[in-house]
């Protein structure tokens, strides 16, 4: 753990501006792509995770813009905001299962999105809000903290996230996690004793929509810009594809998933001279990834593990440090 | 070999562990230091910040093509003569997806690690996200829609296109020549592209007299079955049919549902983008007169007294020869912007971003590709960094596009510009109305 947290915090030293960019949007997303996987927990699969995304991005930048709230308190604004529209969401939309719902998220999420390009007012319509404020500088002593800086928001969007991911950890971990478990895959059973299917589902959407909405209000507090496209079902698929290739079933598999198909689209590909073939060659890769490992990424740290945990000690290893 | 055997054959592990390792050394190898900023003193690089996938790319990647040809002659005739000494010119190119945050990272990644001296982006959507990145640093970076320039940023320009005031040209051409049509309709894809050309097109249908039958139909971007956009826009029996700025994805399935629906009148569009394809899917008679606003450089106007893009006949003919059937609205854009820069940079004596801008607008004029023109924009954009000055109309004519008339968008501004004004501010289009 303490390796991990120095590299973390190490990181961005030792990467190019381009890719310290890349980096808060990584740990953005990975935000974004764990709230997603504590909502399939129960078993449903959304297409309107990025759209409630930009439920939280919208409500933090017009809380900032037209009212002046101060951006760490827009942001959790935003996030409240993203959970209670989930949270009337879920109404229509927990009479529906599987893939009903699925499509039910889609279509929901569409009228959300056509309302913000409807309304240039306070939406900004198709070209959405601009000049978005930032997490204001900081300005101790000889300390000075540019948050437009890469480094700097990085820094302060890790922060967040691994707070978030630890809460997320918890609630998974909890009685109410198990609980979302048996939902997904006893359903019934979980019903005949007597848990209330359709709260435990609502309660996880609403959940990971306050995360998601957390997510978007970090985007758009250092773009400086959101518009309708910006949360539109293209960048869902991006998010259903780091679930897939990464895996559902560990916590740590969607982030895999994001990190690695990240890496491989926005640095490799692009470093290596095939900036115009990335879909074609992402695809590819995706397809190979399925084929090869069904059960995304995450399986192969389960090989590891498992393999680690099973193999004999080395031959010299002396005789009493044996358990 | 069968293909199983093959399959079984290359171990999971291994291949896994080739990919990994091939990822791992290629992002070392991107984070090297002093890699990017080792750089060819006589090498002037130039960013090119596009989209060159997705659905915009029509918009971006056959402008990089025409600047590698720019590249390719402007080095061979001795590249760019800055202070006495020759440079060579490279573009190094950043696909953003037309997405803001990849914009923010194209142009982040150009500046600081490229040392780029200038950027060329198409701008809209993707504005936005570099527009902090240009405040802060400072450099010049050129849009082809000026709807992106404002009085908070000085280092932007729009020298090639001044989409979308120049459509008044094609509706005014149309007016003098076809006076007995007399109604049109109108559909555009509902955002930042169509709504400001939408304007446009309502002030010069009604500056020409012309009728609207109906508000313009805004469809959503994602829509992809035309049938009922066409139904709807032929259901009042139009003269004219106009497509605003449509992607190139909607206008062909557009023009292909006019076809089948059995449309007999009179279309106008600001682009055509491989017409050719477009007279594949329709026929020849259909396309006969289909007015746009984007020239076939092999045009002989092209070469007429006053043009000043270089060699345009010589250069539509290598395209084609390089890229044969991908010549579109933006082939010879960005390349007329480098003609722009090159000459600004050459009489700055610097290639530095503000001696290049104080350069270009000194006297307020400008060698546009299409003739002299003035830096202008400050009713509309708040700014004069915008070149406007003559525009081709050009017309489809027996499955050939050829350039009718020059026209004159200050001329028509003059007489009309209160009319543009007032449609801009009623589509919330205004520099001072943007959010």
């Not at chain 2, 404002?150 to 008044?168: G, K, Q, R, W």
Request: charged letters at 20%.
């Amino acid at each position: 753990m303490i390796l991990i947290a120095v590299a973390l915090v190490v990181l961005p030293h030792g990467l190019s501006f381009s890719q310290q960019e890349i980096l808060v949007y990584l740990v953005i997303n990975i935000l974004l792509v764990v709230s997603y996987r504590l909502m399939t927990l129960t078993g449903e699969w959304s297409l309107g995770h990025v759209v409630i995304m930009g439920v939280g991005a919208y409500t933090s930048a017009l809380l900032t813009k037209r009212l002046g709230f101060y951006v760490p308190v827009s942001m959790i604004m935003g996030a409240l905001m993203a959970a209670f529209v989930a949270f009337l969401l879920s109404f229509p939309l927990f009479r529906m299962k599987g893939f009903y719902f699925l499509i039910g998220s889609f279509a929901s999420a569409e009228i959300i999105r056509l309302l913000w390009k409807r309304f240039r007012e306070p939406f900004g319509g198709p070209k959405g809000l601009k000049r978005i404020d930032g997490l204001p500088n900081i300005d101790i002593g000889p300390i000075h903290i540019d948050f437009f800086e890469p480094t700097a928001y990085y820094y302060f969007a890790l922060i967040v996230v691994l707070v978030c991911l630890w809460v997320l950890w918890r609630i998974e971990k909890s009685l109410v996690g198990l609980t979302f478990h048996a939902v997904h895959w006893q359903d019934k059973l979980a019903q005949a004793s007597g848990v209330d299917v359709r709260r435990y589902r609502t309660l996880a959407f609403v959940l990971a929509s306050g995360f998601a909405g957390l997510s978007g209000a970090l985007l758009a507090h250092y773009i400086g810009t959101i518009n309708p496209n910006s949360f539109d079902v293209e960048v869902m698929v991006f998010v259903l594809t780091w679930a897939i290739v990464g895996g559902t079933s560990t916590f740590y598999g969607p982030i895999l998933g994001c990190i690695v198909l990240t890496i491989l689209n926005e640095i490799v590909l692009r470093e290596l001279g095939f900036e115009q073939m990335r879909p074609l060659i992402y695809g590819a890769i995706m397809i190979v990834s399925i084929l090869f490992m069904p059960d995304g990424l995450e399986s192969l740290v389960k090989r590891a593990l498992a393999r680690w945990k099973s193999a004999p000690p080395p031959p010299n290893q002396p005789e009493e440090a044996k358990p | 070999m069968n293909l199983k055997s093959m399959i079984t054959g290359l171990s999971r592990r291994g291949f896994l562990g080739s990919v990994a390792s091939f990822a791992g050394v290629s992002t070392l190898g991107a984070s090297l230091p002093g890699r990017a900023l080792a750089a060819d003193d006589n090498v002037i690089k130039i960013g090119f910040l596009a989209p060159l996938t997705g659905a915009v790319a029509a918009w971006g990647k056959p402008g990089l093509d025409g600047c590698q040809i720019w590249a390719e002659w402007v080095n061979k005739a001795g590249g760019i003569n800055i202070d006495g000494t020759a440079h060579t010119v490279e573009f190094v190119s950043y696909d953003n997806e037309y997405d803001p945050a990849k914009a923010r990272t194209g142009a982040t990644k150009l500046i600081r690690e490229d040392g780029v001296k200038f950027i060329m982006m198409l701008g809209g959507d993707t504005w936005p996200g570099v527009m902090p990145v240009a405040e802060q640093t400072g450099m010049l970076f050129s849009t082809l829609l000026p709807s992106d320039l404002s009085p908070d940023t000085t280092t932007l320009i729009a020298p090639a296109e001044v989409h979308p005031v120049y459509n008044v040209t094609g509706v005014e051409w149309l007016a003098e020549n076809k006076p007995e049509l007399k109604t049109a309709v109108m559909c555009a894809q509902d955002d930042a592209l169509g709504l400001p050309s939408v304007a446009t097109y309502l002030a010069a249908f009604e500056a020409a007299g012309i009728e609207m039958l109906d508000e313009p139909l805004l469809f959503d971007p994602a829509t992809t079955d035309f049938a009922p956009v066409v139904t709807r826009l032929m259901s009042g029996n139009p003269d004219i049919i106009c497509l605003d700025t449509c992607y190139s994805d909607y206008v062909h399935p557009i023009c292909e549902q006019l076809f089948q629906q059995g449309y007999k009148g009179q279309i106008i569009s600001c682009t055509a983008d491989f017409y050719d394809q477009m007279i594949e899917k329709t026929s020849k008679e259909f396309m006969e007169g289909f007015i746009f606003q984007f020239p076939d450089f092999d045009d002989p106007a092209m070469e007429a007294e006053g043009i000043n893009f270089k060699h345009a006949n010589a250069f539509y003919a290598e395209y084609a020869k390089r890229f044969p059937g991908q010549w579109g609205a933006v082939s010879w854009e960005y390349a007329a912007v480098m003609d722009l820069w090159k000459a600004a940079a050459e009489t700055a004596g610097s290639t530095e971003p503000d001696a290049v801008l104080t350069a270009m607008l000194d006297d307020g004029k400008g060698m546009h590709a299409f003739g002299e023109a003035d830096w202008w924009g400050k009713d509309l954009f708040g700014i004069d960094h915008a070149l406007v000055g003559n525009w081709p109309v050009v017309v489809i004519e027996d499955g050939k596009a050829h350039v009718k008339a020059l026209k004159s968008i200050p001329a028509w501004y003059d007489k009309h510009g209160e009319l543009l004004k007032k449609y801009m501010s009623d589509y919330g289009q205004m520099w001072n109305q943007r959010t």
